[in-house]
């Protein structure tokens, strides 16, 4: 793994966005792209950015079971927001919210096949205060690939910030597996803030355990972690 550890989270946005805009002119077509408070500096830099997107494909990880598109809480609407309405995608995938609250087994085989399709050459991450990577929660399984998954009550809570109240907040979400992610062939883990330090210590430096998702990378021959001071702080 590579660490880079910068001040704060706009050095952080600049950083990953260098390494994207590097990968894609060395020929990277299939993003992973991710969601959440960590990735929008990411995309800030992106828009601002003359990087032609016309002939990229973007996948994203996950999305609430029964969130229509156009919610302002789904990721798709995050997505359109914080980058396509301004950098269109030649090809963008989230996955289906409502195909999932209707058969969540279809919805996902469904997403199998994209990923099969366009394997993916740089995949976005950030990661829950607990380890999880997308929603692969402690305990998933490393050999999952997109499934529904239930959110633990600690996620439904970290996620209630973005809703008016804690029970509008789905209570299951439709995401790419362990296996999806490794498979991708470069990873770029970004992590802000203190509340991030315990997690990121887990991954880098604690055991390979199914308890923390996320350090699985520790087997990945290519992952770069992009975090600031506040995250590295419990790093040995
Ligand atoms: C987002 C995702 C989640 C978040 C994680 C951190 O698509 O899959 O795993 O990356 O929960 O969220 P933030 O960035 O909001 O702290």
Known sequence: MKIIVKENDIEGGAAAFKIFEK?????????????GSTP???????VKSDLNCDNLTSINLDEYVGLKPDNPQSYHYFMQKHLFDKKPFKKSYVPDGLEAAKDPQAA?????????????????????????????EPGSSFDTVTREVKLTDNTIKANS????????????AICMGIANIMSAKKVVLMAFGKNKAHAIKEMIEGPVTEQVPASILQKHLDVVVIIDKAAASELY
């Open 108 to 136: 996902a085989d469904h997403y199998n096949q994209i990923i099969k399709d366009n394997p993916i050459d740089i995949q976005l991450l950030g990661i829950g205060r607990n380890g999880h990577i997308a929603f692969n």
């Open 161 to 172: 910030r973005f809703f008016d109240n804690i029970d509008e907040v789905p209570k299951s």
């Open 23 to 35: 990968g894609i002119k060395n020929g990277a077509k299939v993003l992973g792209l991710a969601t």
């Open 40 to 46: 929008v500096t990411l995309y800030q830099n992106w």
